[in-house]
C-alpha cells in the first residue's frame, strides 16, 4: 500500500478563495482523521470520520470549514472562504481502530492564504 | 479539556549520550500511550507505543508509564545525530489522539 495520499502537497491561495484538500487513506482502514499543525497550536484533530460518517467535528474552528468523505477512499476538507490565519500544515491520518493502534499520517498539504 | 503537556526544548545531548524526552497528559482515563517522530517538513511517525505501566523498549529506545503520576517519558540511548527531530507525545482517551506539542531534540556530533 502506498500510505495515506493527500494533495496538493503545497498551496497558495487569496484570501477569500475557496481551498479544497484532498486525501485516499489506506487501504482497509475505517478511520480518517484531519489534522492542523502550526508553531503556535501544536497538531489539532480537526475531524475524524469512522466508516465514512463524521463523528466528532469539534476541533473544526469556524462554519467556514467543512469536510466530507463520500466513500471509504475518499475524503476532503475545504475552507471557504480562506483566510491568512488559516494557513498551516493540514495532515489526514488513517487508523485500523482508534485504540491502541498507531495512525499513519500522510504528507499534508501546506497552506499558505495571502 | 484533554491536555498533553511536552517541554518544547530544544533538548540538546552529545552524540552517544542519553536523551530524556518527558511527557504528563491530563486525562486519568487514558489508555495508550504514543511517541512519534516528526522531523522538519515531514509527517508524524510512531517510534513506539505503551499501554501498561512501567518500561518498554524496543532497540535505542525505551518508554515508560507511570499512570498514577500521569507521566510518560522516552528515553534514547546512544543518540545520534539522525534522532534530531521533533518528538511527540500522543494520547488515547476514550476516542482519538490528542497530540502534546512536541519537544525538538537536538544531537549534536
Known amino acids: 500500500d502506498a500510505g495515506v495520499i493527500q494533495s496538493p502537497r503545497h498551496e497558495v491561495t487569496e484570501m477569500g478563495q475557496e481551498v479544497t484538500l484532498r486525501c485516499k487513506p489506506i487501504s482497509g482502514h475505517d478511520y480518517l482523521f484531519w489534522y492542523r499543525q502550526t508553531m503556535m497550536r501544536g497538531l489539532e484533530l480537526l475531524i475524524y470520520?469512522?466508516?465514512?460518517?463524521?463523528?466528532?467535528d469539534s476541533g473544526m474552528p469556524e462554519d467556514r470549514f467543512s469536510a466530507k468523505m463520500p466513500n471509504a477512499s475518499f475524503s476532503t476538507l475545504k475552507i471557504q472562504p480562506s483566510e491568512p490565519r488559516d494557513s498551516a500544515v493540514y495532515f489526514c491520518?488513517?487508523?485500523?481502530?482508534?485504540?491502541?493502534?498507531?495512525?499513519?499520517f500522510g504528507q499534508g498539504t501546506r497552506l499558505t492564504v495571502v | 479539556q484533554k491536555e498533553v503537556e511536552q517541554n518544547s526544548g530544544p533538548l540538546s545531548v552529545p552524540e552517544g549520550a542519553i536523551a530524556s524526552l518527558n511527557c504528563t497528559y491530563s486525562?486519568?482515563?487514558?489508555?495508550?500511550f504514543f511517541w512519534y517522530r516528526q522531523y522538519s517538513g515531514k509527517s508524524p511517525e510512531l517510534i513506539m507505543f505503551i499501554y501498561s505501566n512501567g518500561d518498554k523498549e524496543d532497540g535505542r529506545f525505551t518508554a515508560q508509564l507511570n499512570k498514577a503520576s500521569q507521566y510518560v517519558s522516552l528515553l534514547i540511548r546512544d543518540s545520534q545525530p539522525s534522532d534530531s527531530a521533533t518528538y511527540l507525545c500522543?494520547?488515547?482517551?476514550?476516542?482519538?489522539?490528542?497530540f502534546g506539542k512536541g519537544t525538538m531534540l537536538l544531537v549534536s556530533p
Open positions: 486525562d486519568r482515563g487514558s489508555q495508550s
Open positions: 500522543a494520547v488515547i482517551g476514550y476516542s482519538t489522539l490528542t
Open positions: 491520518a488513517s487508523s485500523p481502530t482508534t485504540q491502541n493502534t498507531e495512525a499513519f
Open positions: 470520520f469512522n466508516n465514512n460518517v463524521p463523528i466528532d
